[in-house]
């Protein structure tokens, strides 16, 4: 079964404090490729980042990174010094097989405060 | 640029209008989806097309009606919709459909509400 798990509904920070969101994944296929979202409450899905099975070299972007560990099925995606135009809600997404179709997990609703 | 439009922004409708929602890209892309999103959930996938095709209809009913007249163009055409049916609609577009690599980029959604 393909299936994303987002453990963290909601989580608030204080500005400029570093924060980690969780993504755990479930495939049987040996290739994949893995995707980040961010919504702002405007609506649009922005991409932020893919990744595929295999990758695992972390990568940073500005203030964003991300975790790849296929040991752990995890890849996590951390924001340093959070900006309260951070505050969002946050996709993993998981592409399955040839199909076009994306799993997406529950998501994570981030607030910073100012 | 990576850029979906979408009209509406906002719809409200009856359960007796028939209105449409209109998507475009201009990216060249050879596969567009529409999704559906409630309040607090993930995008839930409706329709793919690929090449102007149908590719798949993930059990919609038959309300809701997509048309893609070329590829930059997607329209879902709305009839006797119920409230349920209010929801943030979203379109994507992505380079080729039935690639695992495909990033698929969305537009701002409308916002629909059925009385």
């Known amino acids: 079964a393909q299936k994303v798990t987002q453990a963290q509904t909601e989580i608030s920070v204080v500005e400029k404090e570093d924060v980690t969101l969780d993504c755990v994944y479930e495939?049987?296929?040996?290739?994949?490729?893995l995707f980040w979202y961010k919504q702002p409450p405007s609506g649009e899905l922005v991409f932020l980042i893919r990744r595929n099975s295999f990758d695992e070299q972390n990568e940073i972007s500005g203030r964003y990174s991300w975790n790849f560990q296929k040991s752990t099925s995890s890849f996590n995606f951390t924001i340093t010094a959070s900006q309260v135009v951070d505050s969002a809600v946050y996709f993993c997404?998981?592409?399955?097989?040839?199909?076009?179709?994306?799993?997406f997990g529950q998501g994570t609703t981030l607030q910073v405060k100012p | 640029d990576t850029e979906v439009t979408q009209t509406p922004k906002h719809l409200v409708m009856g359960m007796t209008n028939k209105k449409s929602l209109k998507c475009e890209q201009h990216m060249g892309h050879r596969a567009m989806y529409w999704y559906k999103q409630k309040a607090k959930k993930p995008p839930e996938l409706m329709f793919v097309y690929s090449y102007e095709k149908l590719s798949i209809n993930e059990s919609v009913p038959s309300r809701f009606s997509p048309e893609c007249p070329n590829s930059s163009l997607l329209n879902l055409h709305l009839h006797a919709l119920q409230p349920e049916d209010s929801a943030l609609y979203l379109c994507a577009s992505s380079q080729d459909a039935g690639n695992l690599i495909e990033t698929q980029y969305f537009g701002p959604g409308t916002r629909l509400l059925v009385l």
């Open positions: 495939t049987r296929d040996t290739t994949y490729y």
């Open positions: 997404a998981l592409s399955v097989s040839n199909t076009g179709k994306l799993i």
